[in-house]
């Protein structure tokens, strides 16, 4: 594609949220430049839920189905690359990329998610997304009713043995080294009949994904289909936290309601300022953004 020397808005990130707030802006005629890399982090993930109309279907299907319908509208553009920074420059931005050079436009908006950091195990990144899971409203109905592992400690233990009853009774928790539950907590578990092991977790074993057992360091094995973890979040991109623009205790840039960060003209949806990680909210923070950015747009030029 040729690249224009100037956009009304340029999108970071082209996966759910930023496809949805290019379709809000194409559709309200302004000229958009999708940058996207291909590296979303349900890459791994083979069907997404909680999502009416797309329950059950591979993530990519649904990206692929929506980047078709986003480019019917002529003034959106789709630029497969990477954005390596972003500059001010008199009330616009200067987007540099990594193989297309600099791009000029009146707005940023940043759909670029978040990357996740694992244990460096073996098995970890391989079972990721798909027995390895997260969060039990994407996936806890595909593994109701049977053994569940977590890894876990904490209150964030005690969070997800509260939370995983309502999937399945037969819950071990792994700590993964010295439990820091309470005793209170610990009392609250054993009512449960939830067991909690100490031991440090080796390895996960698997096939192509889809976990088996999960071996301890002293070489017990404890056969298991699926372990909840919660991966440690970060920026998949630096550089809105590189323009000043908030990042929160969480870890996730801070947005108002109608997703300005701390910085004018610089937006953020999806993943990298909502902790509720799901396709139906970042396609939803996704059209809001867009909503935003024209409505701002249109009061510029007023």
């Known amino acids: 594609m040729s690249v224009q020397e100037s956009y009304d808005a340029i999108i970071v990130g082209g996966s759910f949220a930023g496809l949805s707030a290019a379709m809000a802006l ?10 996207d890399s291909n590296q979303p982090c349900n890459k791994q993930t083979p069907h997404s839920h ?6 059950g279907e591979k993530p990519a299907v649904i990206k692929e189905k929506a980047l078709q319908q986003v ?4 003034t959106v553009k789709l630029l497969e690359d990477l954005a390596i920074d972003v500059i001010p420059s008199d009330k616009r931005f200067d987007v540099q990329t990594q193989n297309n050079g600099t791009i000029t436009t009146r707005k940023v908006l940043f759909t670029t998610g978040i990357k996740d950091t694992l244990p460096d195990l073996p098995g970890f990144k391989e079972c990721w997304g798909i027995s390895l899971i997260h969060c039990p409203y994407c996936h806890g109905y ?9 890894i876990a400690n904490g209150d964030m233990a005690m969070h997800f ?3 995983l009853l309502g999937w399945s009774k ?11 539950l309470t005793e209170e907590q610990l009392k609250a578990i054993a009512r449960h009949q939830v067991k909690v092991l100490e031991t440090p977790v080796k390895e996960i074993l698997h096939k192509d994904g889809y976990m088996n057992a999960v071996t301890l360091a002293d070489g017990d094995t404890i056969p298991l289909n699926a372990v909840f973890i919660r991966a440690e979040p970060s920026q998949h991109s630096s550089i809105p936290e590189a323009l000043g623009c908030e ?9 108002d309601e109608l997703n300005h960060t701390s910085v004018p003209g610089i937006y953020a949806a999806g993943d990298n300022s909502n902790m509720f990680r799901a ?6 923070a996704g059209t809001k953004a867009g909503a935003s950015i024209n409505r701002d747009l249109l009061l510029e030029d007023f």
Do not use: C, H, W
């Not at 194409?26 to 430049?33: F, M, Q, T, Y």
């Not at 909680?50 to 329950?55: C, E, P, R």
């Not at 929160?248 to 947005?255: D, Q, R, S, T």
């Not at 396709?279 to 939803?284: D, E, N, T, Y």
């Open 50 to 55: 909680n999502f009416i109309t797309q329950d």
């Open 247 to 255: 990042i929160g205790k969480n870890g996730l840039i801070v947005v």
């Open 26 to 35: 194409g559709r309200a005629r302004k000229r958009v430049l999708i940058i």
């Open 71 to 74: 480019l019917q509208y002529e």
């Open 142 to 150: 595909e593994v109701r009713d049977i053994p569940l592992g977590i």
């Open 161 to 163: 043995v509260e939370l």
């Open 279 to 284: 396709v139906s909210i970042a396609v939803g």
């Open 170 to 180: 037969d819950l071990i928790l792994l700590t993964n080294g010295p439990s820091m």
